[in-house]
């Protein structure tokens, strides 16, 4: 299995940037395509979609938003951190089969 | 409005089998690979497996394959999960999701807790 490997917390302040990293176990690219996805996810909600093949944003996430990398390493990254962005983010791979998620970023405020 | 609504969950004995179901509104849900996900309480996320549009190609993560059986009514719209041999490990949250290669979990449910205690 593809292993992913998330820092389990980032503390950040209002207004700043936040930059969350994934590293694979192996490459998740093929060809031009990076097979990574990132997810927010609230206390007591569902993971929404934020960012799908590494750098693509999903529809109705704002631009603050935005996903970059290739091959085993990758990065989400919030600017400006805003209160609303507080939640634990999930990076997935679908590379090869079985899908496989990272263990969660929990942003905290500084 | 893309809809997914999980049920089923609930309090089950250790050793016995339950169903989960997820209702799908508000988009083509014939077109789309759709799977499960779960999360134990405190934990990440599990992929359980998916099931793709005319329900040919069935796949699971291979820990829960013995276990887990996935299928689908395309008439009905909905997704279903059976569990087998329930054991403490499978207390979760259970969220279904679309699933494709472009796009990745795109659409959730709220999920139906699944608690397995005697």
């Known amino acids: 299995d593809i292993v992913l490997t998330q820092s389990p917390a980032l503390a950040v302040s209002l207004g700043q940037r936040a930059t969350i990293s994934c590293r694979a176990s192996q490459s998740v690219s093929i060809s031009t395509y990076n097979l990574m996805y990132w997810y927010q996810q609230k206390p007591g909600q569902q993971p929404k979609l934020l960012i799908y093949?590494?750098?693509n944003l999903a529809s109705g996430i704002p631009a603050r938003f935005t996903g970059s990398g290739s091959g085993t390493d990758f990065i989400l990254t919030i600017n400006p951190v805003q209160a609303d962005d507080i939640a634990t983010y999930y990076c997935?791979?679908?590379?090869?089969?079985?899908?496989?998620f990272g263990g969660g970023t929990k942003l905290e405020l500084k | 409005e893309v809809k997914l609504v999980e049920s089923g969950g609930g309090l089950v004995q250790p050793g016995r089998s339950l169903k989960l179901s997820c209702a799908a509104s508000g988009f083509s849900f014939n077109d789309y690979w759709t799977g499960w996900v779960r999360q134990a309480p405190g934990k990440g996320l599990e992929w359980i497996g998916e099931i793709n549009q005319d329900s040919s190609s069935i796949n699971y993560t291979p820990s829960l394959k013995d276990k887990f059986t996935i299928s689908r009514d395309s008439a009905q719209k909905t997704l279903y999960l059976q569990m087998s041999k329930l054991g403490s490990e499978d207390t979760a949250i259970y969220y279904c999701a679309t699933i494709s290669g472009s796009s990745g979990f795109a659409y959730w449910g709220q999920g139906t807790l699944v608690t397995v205690s005697s």
């Open positions: 997935q791979q679908n590379r090869e089969s079985p899908w496989t």
């Open positions: 093949r590494a750098s």
